[in-house]
């Protein structure tokens, strides 16, 4: 079974060699341990300290593309080279290393596919006390969208097995942390997560510039995955307000009506008739949705076929090979 560590790299030159120096060199259920960098456009000595040290794979991105598709390169590149198991941390050493150890376990063991590691964020001195507020509370919403009960969903330190791998799919330019989860959850892929260790602050987040675009950017990407796979159930409840009001306001209308006393009161009904064809249109883009959910299934089905055979194909290739 070979394990792939992958850390995604911006201008890492710094920091890179205290996170690959920490990185574990065997696993008892593992027979090979590799190790590849996503290079996102560094300007710095990132590919050169990556080379010095001896990383086996270097996947280069001629300008920087954000860490969800550069998460995506190296998952792709991971599977070519015959991955079973992958694991993602990061460069600044955010993470401790020798808990890559706890987080493959679950995966060698057949109980998982997806492992995410769950910082103590109550107990990280570098977090303010309104970061864990958002931490928890970006967490519980992730797990309501996922329906998952993963506590720490912004952790960028996971593992996946090749199946999970190979079921993946980003669309957002933000981050990969939130959609995957929410995208695991509604697809029934099992995950889980483990207690981890983190390690003092050696550089701040790069994910963000302040706090508040942090959340709404979050907002934005978790609102979006879930739309993706519960659209009809998005659009009923954004449907239900305005169908309940309007036909409070018709009914208003019909009750002056009925006591005759139905003049200057025109205005409720175009109110009422209005409300209620918002509403439905609301419910028609949920039933729209709903159907291209449904080919969206089907189009994940269809990629992730063709990705088995290609991956699966590079793979069988290299063992003969070495056969």
């Known amino acids: 079974m070979k394990l792939i560590i992958q850390i995604p790299c911006y201008n890492e030159a710094q920091t890179l060699e205290i996170a690959l120096n920490d990185l574990p060199k065997h696993i008892d259920g593992i027979d090979e341990i590799e190790y590849l960098i996503i290079n996102d456009g560094s300007s710095d000595d990132t590919v050169e300290v990556a080379k010095r040290?001896?990383?086996?794979?270097v996947v280069n991105l001629r300008r920087n593309k954000g860490l969800a598709y550069g998460f995506m390169a190296g998952l792709d590149a991971c599977l070519r080279?015959?991955?079973?198991?992958?694991?993602?941390?990061?460069?600044?050493?955010?993470?401790?290393?020798?808990?890559?150890?706890?987080?493959?376990?679950?995966?060698?063991?057949?109980?998982?596919?997806?492992?995410?590691?769950?910082?103590?964020?109550?107990?990280?001195a570098h977090f303010s006390a309104t970061k864990k507020l958002l931490q928890h509370?970006?967490?519980?919403?992730?797990?309501?969208?996922?329906?998952?009960?993963?506590p720490d969903a912004p952790s960028?330190?996971?593992?996946y097995s090749r199946e999970a791998a190979m079921r993946i799919n980003v669309t957002n330019d933000y981050t990969y942390t939130l959609e995957t989860i929410v995208q695991a959850g509604r697809n029934r892929i099992a995950q889980t997560s483990v207690p981890i260790r983190t390690n003092g602050e050696l550089r701040p987040s790069r994910l963000f510039n302040s706090m508040m675009g942090y959340v709404k950017k979050s907002m934005i990407t978790i609102l979006r995955a879930y739309m993706m796979y519960e659209p009809l159930k998005t659009f009923t409840i954004i449907a239900i307000p305005p169908t309940i009001v309007g036909l409070i306001v018709i009914i208003r209308?019909?009750?002056?009506?009925?006591?005759?006393?139905?003049?200057?009161?025109?205005?409720?009904?175009?109110?009422?008739?209005?409300?209620?064809?918002?509403?439905?249109?609301?419910?028609?883009?949920?039933?729209?949705?709903?159907?291209?959910a449904k080919n969206r299934k089907l189009l994940e089905d269809i990629e992730y076929h063709t990705r088995k055979m290609d991956y699966d194909g590079v793979?069988?290739?290299e063992e003969n090979t070495m056969d």
């Open 315 to 317: 793979k069988n290739k």
């Open 53 to 57: 040290w001896g990383v086996n794979y």
């Open 81 to 124: 080279n015959g991955a079973d198991i992958i694991v993602n941390t990061d460069a600044d050493n955010q993470y401790v290393a020798e808990d890559i150890e706890l987080i493959v376990r679950p995966i060698i063991e057949g109980k998982s596919d997806i492992v995410i590691g769950a910082r103590p964020i109550d107990e990280t």
């Open 253 to 292: 209308y019909l009750a002056y009506v009925v006591m005759g006393n139905s003049a200057g009161h025109i205005q409720s009904l175009i109110l009422g008739c209005t409300l209620i064809i918002m509403g439905f249109m609301a419910l028609t883009t949920g039933l729209i949705g709903d159907l291209i």
């Open 156 to 159: 960028g330190f996971r593992a």
């Open 137 to 150: 509370f970006g967490s519980w919403v992730v797990q309501k969208a996922s329906n998952s009960d993963i």
